[in-house]
């Protein structure tokens, strides 16, 4: 069973930028793509991006092409997420979780905060 733990979240102003990080317990983690999900205060949970298993082909949700960058190390268990100019709109608890065989995703992490102040 896959465990995941993130980190990085905290406090910035806007323009600022945040390193977020995805450790999983195992190392079968190493098989998975992985992604990388947010939920903003009284909103549903959104996509934000993803990466495959070997950290060749990544996707993006439009409001964070060009601003956002996600990479994996599989020698250390770890997705990152890596946020440049961020904008008050990208508070939110973020969170990263494994995607199946059947396309779904599950072991989600307890998430990190993010807030942009403006």
């Known amino acids: 069973q896959v465990q995941l733990a993130e980190s990085g979240g905290g406090l910035v102003q806007a323009g600022g930028s945040l390193r977020l990080s995805c450790v999983a317990s195992?190392?079968?983690?190493?098989?998975?793509?992985v992604g990388w999900f947010r939920q903003a205060s009284g909103k549903e949970r959104e996509f934000v991006a993803n990466?495959?298993?070997?950290?060749?082909?990544?996707n993006y949700a439009d409001s964070v092409k060009g601003r956002f960058s996600i990479s994996r190390d599989n020698t250390k268990r770890t997705v990152f997420l890596q946020m440049n100019n961020l904008k008050p709109e990208d508070t939110a608890v973020y969170s990263c979780?494994?995607?199946?065989?059947?396309?779904?995703?599950?072991?989600w992490g307890p998430g990190t905060q993010v807030t942009v102040s403006s």
């Open positions: 979780a494994i995607q199946t065989s059947a396309g779904t995703w599950r072991s």
């Open positions: 195992v190392r079968t983690f190493n098989l998975y793509a």
């Open positions: 990466i495959d298993w070997s950290g060749a082909d990544t």
